[in-house]
T-cell receptor, first 113, second 115 residues
Framework: DQQVKQNSPSLSVQEGRISILNCDYTNSMFDYFLWYKKYPAEGPTFLISISSIKDKNEDGRFTVFLNKSAKHLSLHIVPSQPGDSAVYFCAASAIQGAQKLVFGQGTRLTINP | EAGVAQSPRYKIIEKRQSVAFWCNPISGHATLYWYQQILGQGPKLLIQ????????DSQLPKDRFSAERLKGVDSTLKIQPAKLEDSAVYLC?????????????FGDGTRLSIL
């Protein structure tokens, strides 16, 4: 039972353009959502998060949007830079679940110069 | 602030052997997690500790995996005996318990290969 899904295994974007990564979830109890970035041979690095009481959170070039009715969230990176090339994981948790994180399968983002 | 420390970085063993991984969380973080990440998948939680007590171990294969956090700081994860399907990266993470909605911070993991 895949509760968090990232349907695009890979995405290629030109430098300077917008990157949009998508994530869908099925469990309506999830109330906190996070994006992690992972480089090869390193652990995931926390990027940005959003709680279910908000529909948007922004941090510099990164913005996360949450659509609770559609059970969908997205990460926008503007403008995309070569250093953004990595695997991005979406994760979700529920306060009632002791904040246990459930991860998606990841999307490999490649920024082309 | 020092990050989550894990050792060893790599380990190669034969099936049916035993192996142990060590984790030192970020100072002051009461909650510690062990994840298993199989190639091409997202991390999957194995066990969660709050101080030295277990909060969730529902996905830990208890017939072969064990974990402890004796003094509420460092933790070890053990596999005995190892199976081929245990080949994965084992990640440790920690988070602060101050307030709700605290992100988890990960170490670089231990890559385990079973021959």
């Amino acid at each position: 039972d895949q509760q968090v899904k990232q349907n695009s295994p890979s995405l290629s974007v030109q430098e300077g353009r917008i990157s949009i990564l998508n994530c869908d979830y099925t469990n309506s109890m999830f109330d906190y959502f996070l994006w992690y970035k992972k480089y090869p041979a390193e652990g995931p690095t926390f990027l940005i998060s959003i709680s279910s009481i908000k529909d948007k959170n922004e941090d510099g070039r990164f913005t996360v949007f949450l659509n609770k009715s559609a059970k969908h969230l997205s990460l926008h990176i503007v403008p995309s830079q070569p250093g953004d090339s990595a695997v991005y994981f979406c994760a979700a948790s529920a306060i009632q679940g002791a904040q246990k994180l459930v991860f998606g399968q990841g999307t490999r983002l490649t920024i082309n110069p | 602030e020092a990050g989550v420390a894990q050792s060893p970085r790599y380990k190669i063993i034969e099936k049916r052997q035993s192996v142990a991984f060590w984790c030192n969380p970020i100072s002051g973080h009461a909650t510690l997690y062990w994840y298993q990440q199989i190639l091409g998948q997202g991390p999957k939680l194995l066990i969660q500790f709050q101080n030295n007590g277990v909060v969730d171990d529902s996905q830990l294969p208890k017939d072969r995996f064990s974990a402890e956090r004796l003094k509420g700081v460092d933790s070890t994860l053990k596999i005995q005996p190892a199976k081929l399907e245990d080949s994965a990266v084992y990640l440790c993470a920690s988070s602060s318990s101050v307030g709700i909605y605290q992100p988890q911070h990960f170490g670089d993991g231990t890559r385990l290969s079973i021959l």
